[in-house]
């Protein structure tokens, strides 16, 4: 077999989470690309792919990609700032006023670019966007992430309610034409990497008519979900009182066929969430999108993850940038063990605390199955791989493999050790 651009070998020690809580590690080993879909790990190459390309990485981390499963573009600006509000108030003072800007395609522009920018040079991969209400500069997001070699989902918020009058949509019907609008453009630019994704802000800012018309519009063009679900008291609280028609907060999106069951849909947080929800969101097969740096600086509390995983729901990690504030999701593998294990000290001591594997597969392989076989080494998956060099933190004592793995998550080594990353079989970097 002759290389090519998407087949080719990465040698060193490779690292992934085939299933949760147990972490494959494979010194020195290969790992084979070809055509963008893995092959396997091996100790020796096979005859069969002998005619392969092999890039050296010798003693460096090989692990998948890093699936954010939940980050707001136009929120990017303001991240590591405004963080002493509660959700409710963080949209009212923060949020709103730096999303109307995006009005303005020029300043979309710049800030879009800067956002893709970091989304390439972190450990991200994988990632599904929100944008604004704004058509024309979501688009301009789509093109960027589009040109950065991520392979994304990217969402035209819908507003219709209860929101300032920049973000307020004229009408449901405006809304659901605007929506149309953008979907049928990203077909016409025929991109590889960039999916449209239906995108209601949240029930608080949608009204029953906007849920309606989303609805006939993911099921007629087939499209995936994104939205947010139970993540503060205050916000549940709210939903109670605006729609009261609906069983729980998730009923509500349910009720128009924005919940899963025949399209893949994504949930934000689930912090606050009623058995009876928990029971539909694995009824349905609705992704959660764990935010735990996000639920901590808007306090909204620590979602029972260990709870989601034992009922073999479906769960990944979202940096919620700019409620979380920052876009690396080594930190968020890192926040997500830590708040686990403030749970299980003072909320529920029969919740014992994520491992560092658990975690590392909830970013990986538990949020890749979002966009498919993604998200491991394993034959058959998309290709996305980092190369990490932790040599710039050197140590005075012989580290395991597994230790450095972990270190290198722990110490931030995403911000300046990412030496190659491949995103469905090509080198972004």
Request: aromatic content about 10%.
């Amino acid at each position: 077999m002759e290389s090519s651009g998407r087949s080719f070998i990465l040698k060193g020690h490779i690292c992934y989470t085939p299933e949760i809580g147990r972490l494959v590690i494979r010194e020195n080993a290969f790992v084979v690309c070809e055509d963008g879909v893995c092959r396997g790990v091996f100790e020796e190459i096979p005859e069969r792919y002998a005619g392969l390309k092999i890039i050296d990485c010798t003693d460096r981390l090989i692990l998948p990609g890093m699936v954010d499963l939940h980050i707001h573009a136009p929120q990017y600006p303001f991240s590591g700032t405004g963080m002493d509000f509660g959700l409710l108030e963080w949209l009212d003072k923060i949020t709103f006023p730096e999303e109307i800007r995006y009005a303005n395609a020029e300043y979309a522009t710049k800030a879009y670019r800067i956002f893709a920018q970091a989304l390439k040079r972190g450990a991200t991969t994988r990632a599904v966007i929100f944008g604004t209400i704004h058509t024309d500069s979501t688009l301009i997001l789509e093109e960027l992430m589009e040109k950065s070699g991520l392979v994304t989902y990217v969402g035209k918020v819908g507003m219709d309610r209860d929101v300032p009058p920049g973000l307020l949509e004229k009408s449901a019907d405006f809304s659901a034409e605007e929506t149309r609008r953008f979907i049928e453009e990203t077909a016409k630019r025929g991109y590889r990497r960039t999916k449209p994704i239906i995108t209601p802000r949240f029930i608080p800012c949608c009204s029953e008519n906007m849920m309606r018309l989303l609805g006939q519009i993911r099921k007629e063009y087939d499209l995936p979900v994104q939205s947010h679900l139970s993540e503060s008291p205050e916000e549940v609280e709210l939903v109670r009182e605006i729609a009261p028609e609906a069983a729980f907060y998730g009923d509500g999106y349910d009720r128009f066929g924005l919940f899963g069951r025949d399209s893949h849909t994504v949930m934000a947080h689930c912090v606050w969430s009623t058995p009876e929800e928990v029971k539909r969101i694995k009824e349905n097969g609705v992704w959660i999108a764990h935010c735990p740096a996000s639920n901590i600086n808007l306090a909204s509390g620590i979602a029972p993850i260990r709870r989601y995983i034992e009922k073999k729901m479906r769960v990944g990690l979202g940096t919620d940038v700019a409620g979380g504030h920052s876009d690396s999701m080594f930190r968020a593998v890192t926040d997500a063990i830590q708040v686990s294990k403030l749970y299980w000290r003072h909320v529920d001591q029969e919740a014992k605390a994520l491992t560092f594997p658990e975690s590392l597969y909830l970013a990986t392989k538990g949020g890749g199955e979002f966009f498919g076989k993604v998200g491991s080494f394993e034959d058959g998956f998309e290709f996305d791989a980092l190369v990490l060099d932790d040599s710039g933190i050197p140590c005075a004592r012989e580290l395991s493999v597994q230790d450095r793995l972990e270190r290198a998550f722990y110490l931030g080594m995403d911000r300046m050790g990412i030496m190659m990353k491949f995103a469905d079989g090509e080198q972004i970097i």
